[in-house]
Nanobody, 114 residues
Framework: QVQVVESGGGLVQPGGSLRLSCAAS????????MAWYRQAPGKQRELVAF???????VYADSVKGRFTISRDNAKYTVYLQMNSLKPEDTAVYYC????????WGQGTQVTVSS
């Protein structure tokens, strides 16, 4: 089963930016709708954004206008550019297909705090 590797998290002040990356070395990567999820302490994992194979994007209301999802199929990688970060964005961020067919990775911790 394919496992993804997320990276790019860290500690950032409110209003700052981070760019997350997710690598999935799987030959069919380009045909799947890829998604970013996040899980804050004590909360359920939630869908943040997804991008279809054709490049159409959809965002959760909480991140719309601040986050941008993109993909590079040649690199089997999906990205999440996060701007204007807020403390409530603090969570572990994960990527997977939108139907969760890959094995979950370790995720990458994003902490927004002054």
């Amino acid at each position: 089963q394919v496992q993804v590797v997320e990276s790019g998290g860290g500690l950032v002040q409110p209003g700052g930016s981070l760019r997350l990356s997710c690598a999935a070395s799987e030959i069919n990567f380009s045909i799947y709708t890829m998604a970013w999820y996040r899980q804050a302490p004590g909360k359920q994992r939630e869908l943040v954004a997804f991008i279809t194979s054709a490049g159409r994007t959809v965002y959760a209301d909480s991140v719309k206008g601040r986050f941008t999802i993109s993909r590079d199929n040649a690199k089997y990688t999906v990205y999440l550019q996060m701007n204007s970060l807020k403390p409530e964005d603090t969570a572990v961020y994960y990527c997977n297909t939108v139907d969760r067919r890959y094995m979950w990775g370790q995720g990458t911790q994003v902490t927004v705090s002054s």
